[in-house]
């Protein structure tokens, strides 16, 4: 009867996972508090020059060059779009906010794309991180975002770090898994080529697997600007600057108009953005 | 000394290799090992010597483990115990840097898929081997044009792999080996994707390229025609092991056991050509109504030292040589050219080639093929004759 009851207390006493986490936490704060400052510093020196970059030229301008680069990268029926959307957020006087906006995305794609692609690549080399990866990938995509807001908040504040690093997190794991999957597709016999005419690891990786692996990963980074624009709303909630911020207030107040007009501009950014590096 | 020299060579892919080489040694099958081992036996004690500048081939059914051994030489595949030796040296010793640069200087190689690089043009592909050697760009292109022009691709260098047939990527392949300047070409079934013309045709410029080069040639096939074609000797693999090693003679004479002879069997039985496969369609000929004049000029024009004569039916009448003709032309006599056209023997389209060889052996013409109502269906030159007679023959006896 004894034992019984031992093993139902057992099953029945919660396994204390949420203050684990939370103790982790609390170490990870007081003990790297200055490496995790120092990589705020970057983020937010980022963030501030590329929106001082677009905000240097008047708005026009910036709408002309951004016309051009649709021109460029596919056609002009892709440029007449990309003036006419961004000039209906200049007139809706959302242009400031999307500024804000445009820059923290530039900014977390570029963290996502830089610190993503490498471990994509050493996934499809290394069987050990391919399998150490995985869970913590899933867990990236499928944990809803507010949970990590939290600990987002107690490492770097309220702000727009903060904004871009849970932005990060959220759209990090397509560059990782489509340049893992790219690399992985290349033809086994193309390596065999490679090796067999004496190329080294570096050799192989730039001349054989990273070109047959690039339209995988033009995948990856298109997905990760759609996945960092889908997090604005929610970045603004802990304190980021741009479209998301209008939104909420919109919300909080219930202003309809405001709302709308806030939303517009990120469907808008979106779409230009996924129109101009989206493959057809 | 051999170029390569192969000792007691063994692979075997799975988690426990001596222990399956164990069982091999007390005489287990592949089958066995696979069984109580779960290991898969690549290359069983594979042992043979390729003479320097030989054509060597490497034949067997598909999972023999042909392509394993291949691999194993430049080491695509680690070997799992013996001894390779290229030139004295022992491969298998070489560490990571040692056995790239071995490969850089001392390999080329084919695939059967091709292998090449689609984002590249045909010139940036064939020159794959010497950018990775960081030659010089202006040499770099110059060896690879060379080499494209060798293997009957020059103009083609600024295509892409997927503009070009199954047979002009395989030259890019080949080009891609030879710019390297290979010591030893190792061709994976290079030939084997390709639709049995343009596989003749790449057989053909091989044999071309060999003779202009004298590179040892270690070649991959399934198929004994080609090896038969292409090989100074040839090496008969089974399960991963190599069971016969010979030249042509030895292996369709004295064929070691029933798998080889059931290799020759097969192939005699598909080699039994008769006239109508070998014939071919005439250059010219000749009507009663021509005149010598128009013969000589036909002659002429052609290149040819006779021609057949046929009526509108193209029933055969007989053959014109170019001695008569000239000699009419040049008497005075009143002769008429229906007197210097010759009775000639002529084949049935189902005779076969041996019985062929004996009818054209001692004629200055090409042999007419015609049908039951003498209608002249073909013409064989003798070269056909001897070029399909000449694999054919070794195994006359049998």
């Known amino acids: 009867m004894i034992k019984v009851n031992n093993i139902i207390q057992l099953l029945t006493t919660k396994i204390p996972l949420g203050s684990w986490v939370e103790n982790f936490v609390n170490y990870l704060i007081n003990n790297f508090s200055g490496p995790l400052d120092g990589f705020a510093n970057i983020i937010e020196l980022m963030v501030e020059n590329f929106e001082a970059i677009l905000a240097y030229p008047h708005p026009l301008i910036v709408i002309a060059l951004f016309a051009l680069l649709a021109w460029k990268l596919k056609n002009y029926r892709m440029s007449i779009f990309v003036a006419l959307g961004l000039g209906l957020v200049l007139n809706i006087q959302m242009w400031d906010p999307l500024l804000t906006t445009l820059a923290s995305i530039i900014t977390s794609v570029v963290v996502a794309l830089v610190i993503g692609i490498p471990i994509g690549i050493i996934k499809a080399h290394n069987r050990v991180i391919d399998l150490i990866t995985r869970p913590i990938l899933d867990f990236m995509q499928t944990i809803p975002p507010f949970v990590y807001l939290i600990p987002a908040l107690m490492f770097f504040g309220l702000g727009t770090v903060s904004g871009v690093i849970a932005t990060v997190v959220f759209a990090i794991a397509p560059p990782i898994r489509l340049t893992y999957l790219g690399i992985q597709q290349v033809d086994s016999e193309l390596k065999e080529a490679g090796h067999a005419f004496g190329a080294n690891w570096w050799q192989i990786l730039l001349k054989i697997e990273l070109p047959g692996a690039m339209p995988s990963i033009m995948m990856g980074i298109n997905q990760c600007i759609m996945l960092s624009l889908s997090m604005v709303v929610i970045a603004a909630m802990i304190g980021a600057g741009g479209l998301g911020k209008p939104v909420l207030r919109s919300l909080s107040v219930v202003d309809i108009g405001l709302g709308f007009e806030a939303g517009l501009g990120v469907v808008i950014i979106a779409m230009v953005l996924d129109r101009m590096f989206g493959r057809e | ?398």
């Open chain 2, 1 to 398: 000394m051999g170029k390569v020299e192969v000792s007691n060579l063994y692979k075997i892919f799975g988690n426990k290799p001596k222990k399956a080489l164990e069982m091999l040694n007390d005489g287990a099958t592949k089958q066995e090992v696979l069984e109580k081992n779960g290991s898969t036996v690549g290359v069983n004690d594979a042992s043979f010597e390729v003479e320097e500048g030989e054509i060597f081939v490497i034949m067997g059914l598909s999972g023999s483990g042909k392509s394993t051994l291949l691999r194993c030489i430049n080491r695509l595949i680690e070997p799992t115990t013996g001894s390779i030796k290229v030139d004295g040296q022992e491969v298998l010793d070489f560490d990571t840097e040692e056995l790239r640069k071995f490969r850089e200087k001392e390999f080329g190689m084919v695939f059967q898929n091709f292998a090449l690089l689609p984002h590249r043009t045909v010139l940036e592909n064939a020159m794959f081997g010497l950018e990775i050697q960081n030659i010089e760009k202006g040499e770099r292109e110059r060896r690879t044009k060379e080499a494209l022009d060798l293997v009957g691709l020059d103009g083609w260098g600024d295509q892409y792999p997927a503009q070009l047939s199954g047979g002009m990527k395989q030259r890019v392949g080949l080009a891609r080996a030879l710019a390297v300047d290979p010591e030893i070409l190792l061709m994976d079934e290079p030939f084997s994707a390709l639709d049995p013309l343009i596989k003749k045709e790449m057989q053909n410029k091989l044999l071309d390229l060999y003779d202009e080069m004298q590179r040892t040639i270690l070649f991959i096939t399934h198929d004994l025609d080609e090896a038969l074609k292409l090989g100074d000797r040839i090496a008969i693999m089974k399960e991963g092991k190599i069971i016969q090693v010979g030249d042509h003679e030895e292996i369709l004479t004295n064929a070691t056991n029933e798998y080889v002879e059931n290799f020759v069997e097969d192939v005699n039985r598909s080699r039994i050509l008769t006239a109508k496969d070998i014939m071919s369609n005439p250059v010219e000929l000749l009507y009663p109504q021509d005149g010598p004049r128009t013969a000589l000029h036909k002659m002429k024009n052609n290149g040819l030292s006779s021609l057949f004569v046929v009526n509108r039916q193209k029933k055969l009448k007989g053959i014109v040589y170019i001695e008569d003709v000239v000699d009419l032309i040049n008497s005075d006599e009143d002769k008429e050219f229906k007197e210097i056209i010759k009775e000639i023997i002529r084949a049935e389209p189902e005779e076969n080639l041996r019985e062929l060889f004996s009818d054209i052996a001692d004629l200055n013409a090409p042999l007419p093929v015609v049908n039951e109502d003498d209608k002249l269906l073909g013409v064989i030159v003798k070269t056909d004759v001897l070029a399909n007679l000449a694999s054919e023959g070794a195994y006359d006896e049998n």
